[in-house]
Every structure is written in structure tokens, then in C-alpha cells.
């Protein structure tokens, strides 16, 4: 059931984003800042919180769930650290993602070649 | 000759209506079927990664949800890097664009094209192209958001 509610839930987040692309020209990268910022938005609101006990993984593994661990990562440090969570939290929050998409980018653009498009 | 004209005119605004409503609808339809499709399989995935975390290393919430982040992240990187996430990528549209994959392979796919313009400015700076203004944007509203809380709701 978790599973299902997962795949729902992610499966709907992407239709969104396919809707945007087919019928507003926005390019990818513009649909990815948009969503990543909506989830910080949705979640500074409380609404994201429920989607996310909703759909598990379906909603933390799109982008506005990259939002919501911000969001939530800011909150959190502003309760145990005061103003200086503000700033501290969303990073510390989602540190581990970050650092791996830069590690990882990085070595996979060093080792691969781009393939030639046919 | 004008009446030719309004004529021609005529038939030009009749297929280009026709031209805007039957293809893109269909196109859509399958389009967000894919994105569907695509996007749910890559949460289950994730999902499951997220109970092997939780219920097999004892890993809380936070700590199961960054590492589930970190091997998509990894799994996207390898499969753009051989070149088979474009490949999915282009049946997919969002549902390969939207998940915490699509965000690797923005990172990993202009790095790989612009390697040629050496390591610093080719790798390092192109990695960011779409990673950086998420990363502008989204730091910067969470640090609202941390904010607000401080000064209003806590």
C-alpha cells in the first residue's frame, strides 16, 4: 500500500510538471527552480507536510520534496538555534544531497564521454 | 483579389485551429501517461531504498530520506554518464525530469557536454547551469521561510 501510494504520488507530481512543459513552454530547468521553490513555499505553509505523510517517498523524491527538506531543514534550526537556523538549517537538512550530486556529477563527467546523439 | 485573400486567410485560421486542437491533445494525453508511468516507478524505487534504510541499517526518517537522495542521485549520474537516461528521458519527459533523478542528470549532462572547455570552467562551472538557480532559489526561499518563523510563529 505504501508502494502504490508512493508510485500515485510521485506518478502525479511528474503529470503536473508535463502538463507545465506541454502547455506553457517553460523549460525544464525553469519547471525544476519552480518546483524545488513551490515545495519550500507549501511547506513554510504546512500543506506539503500532509502530502508527504500521504505519499512517503512520491513526495519527498521530486523536486518540491528537495523544497520541503529545506524548508523543513530552516524551521527546524530556527527552533533549536535560533535566527541562525534561518540560514543553517535548509543546508544542513539537505547536505548529504547536495554534496553527492556534486561528487558524483563531477566524477561521471570526468570519466563518461557524451554519447553521439544519432 | 481580395476576396482571394480573406479566402486564404480563411483556410489558414481553419487548419491552424485544426492543427492546435487535434495533435497536442493526443501528444499530451500519452505525454503525461509516460510522466505517470516513469515518475511513479522512480518513487516506488525510491520508496523502497527508504524502508531498506529505515528497517535494515535502523536509520530515522531524515537520515533514510538523504540516503535515499544520495543513491538516485548516484544511479542517475552513472545511467546519464552512459547515456541511457536521455534515453529514458525522452519518453519519459517530466516523469524523468521532475524526481531528485533529474536533477543529477541536469548536473551531469551539460558538465559531460561542455567538458572540452577544460575542468574548471568546462565541468566546474556548467555542472551548475540548472543545479545553481535551483539551489539560488530554493536556499533562498527556505531562508524566508526560516525567518518567518523566527519572527512570527515561534
Avoid: W
Avoid at chain 1, 502538463?19 to 513555499?41: C, E, H, M, P, Q
Avoid at chain 1, 523544497?67 to 527552533?79: M, P, Q, R
Avoid at chain 2, 509516460?34 to 537520515?63: H, R, S
Wanted: aromatic fraction near 8%; proline fraction near 3%; glycine fraction near 12%.
Amino acid at each position: 500500500m505504501e508502494y502504490i501510494r508512493a508510485f500515485i504520488t510521485g506518478g502525479l507530481i511528474c503529470v503536473i510538471g508535463q502538463i507545465l512543459i506541454d502547455k506553457t513552454n517553460l523549460t525544464s530547468a525553469r519547471i525544476l527552480v519552480l518546483f524545488a521553490t513551490l515545495g519550500v513555499i507549501l511547506t513554510g505553509l504546512g500543506i506539503y507536510e500532509h502530502v508527504v505523510e500521504f505519499g512517503g517517498a512520491g513526495a519527498t523524491v521530486p523536486l518540491p520534496g528537495f523544497g520541503y527538506a529545506l524548508a523543513k531543514g530552516a524551521i527546524k534550526g530556527v527552533k533549536e538555534m535560533g535566527i541562525l537556523g534561518a540560514f543553517s538549517g535548509g543546508i544542513m537538512a539537505t547536505a548529504g544531497g547536495i554534496a553527492a550530486a556534486i561528487v558524483f556529477g563531477y566524477l561521471t563527467a570526468v570519466l563518461f564521454d557524451p554519447k553521439s546523439k544519432n | 483579389m481580395e476576396s482571394l485573400d480573406v479566402k486564404q486567410k480563411k483556410i489558414n485560421q481553419e487548419y491552424q485551429k485544426y492543427a492546435n486542437s487535434i495533435p497536442p491533445k493526443s501528444n499530451t494525453v500519452t505525454n503525461c501517461a509516460m510522466a505517470f508511468l516513469v515518475g511513479g516507478i522512480i518513487c516506488t524505487i525510491g520508496q523502497a531504498i527508504n524502508n531498506i534504510a529505515k528497517n535494515y541499517y535502523n536509520m530515522n526518517t531524515e537520515e533514510a530520506s538523504a540516503t535515499t537522495s544520495i543513491t538516485l542521485i548516484l544511479i542517475a549520474a552513472l545511467l546519464t554518464g552512459l547515456g541511457l537516461y536521455e534515453k529514458i528521458g525522452k519518453r519519459a519527459g517530466a516523469g524523468s525530469i521532475v524526481p531528485i533523478t533529474g536533477f543529477s542528470n541536469s548536473i551531469v549532462s551539460p558538465a559531460m557536454e561542455h567538458k572540452r572547455e577544460g575542468y574548471v570552467m568546462g565541468i566546474g562551472a556548467k555542472m551548475f547551469s540548472v543545479a545553481g538557480p535551483v539551489l539560488v532559489y530554493g536556499v533562498s526561499a527556505s531562508v524566508v521561510v526560516g525567518l518567518i518563523h523566527y519572527f512570527f510563529i515561534k
